[in-house]
């Protein structure tokens, strides 16, 4: 079965990635005007493909149609925020909690508590309400937020685990999870020198 993924709700979930973006410039904006940094470094965003979606809604057991798309399954729209340092992506998430029109529906801290592979960031998904032609439409957002050294691990991390005839795969697994270490490790190091930095300024 074809949903009209497109047709019947790409006004809405551009509107959702239009509205939280605008949240995200007005945090980064009041951030400089309170002589502070920048928290991000940037953010991409994605409207899940119709193929996608079908997948995932026939994987969960569920009717593929729009409207189990839209509220079913949470990640229809996804964001992504990269910043410099840890600090900066908890600033991130401490001030999306603070909207009020933002819903919290869930989260999970991937920063402090890993997946068993080394992979860290922060996944937050929000319900927003969009009014639309005299009615309100709700509408999730799913955010991972992380460091630009984590979104380097996770982009490489991403590629490897689709090819094809891995010999030593279990090598391979147990390498990358030094290497998320071994990142994180460098990413403390690194909020640790700023603050060095900043306290000589």
């Known amino acids: 079965m074809k949903i009209d993924f497109y047709k019947d709700s790409m006004v809405l979930l551009e509107g959702a990635i239009e509205n939280v973006t605008a949240k995200l410039n007005l945090i980064r904006k009041y951030k400089i005007a309170q002589n502070d940094r920048d928290p991000i470094e940037y953010i991409s965003s994605r409207i899940k493909s119709e193929d996608s979606m079908k997948e995932k809604l026939t994987r969960k057991g569920l009717e593929v149609t729009l409207e189990n798309a839209l509220t079913k399954v949470y990640d229809a729209v996804g964001m992504r925020i990269i910043c410099a340092y840890i600090d900066d992506v908890y600033t991130i998430v401490d001030m999306l909690k603070k909207y009020k029109d ?100």
């Open 102 to 201: 933002l819903k919290l529906i869930k989260e999970k801290d991937y920063i402090k508590n890993p997946k068993p592979n080394g992979y860290r960031s922060y996944h937050i998904i929000f319900e927003l309400s969009l009014d639309l032609a005299g009615e309100t439409h709700p509408v999730f957002v799913e955010i991972q937020i992380r460091t630009i050294a984590m979104d380097f691990w996770s982009s490489l991390e991403h590629q490897m685990k689709y090819k094809k005839d891995i010999k030593n795969q279990e090598l391979i697994v147990e390498e990358l999870a030094k290497c998320a270490s071994e990142i994180a490790t460098t990413d403390i190091k690194m909020q640790t020198i700023r603050k060095m930095i900043n306290k000589e300024e």
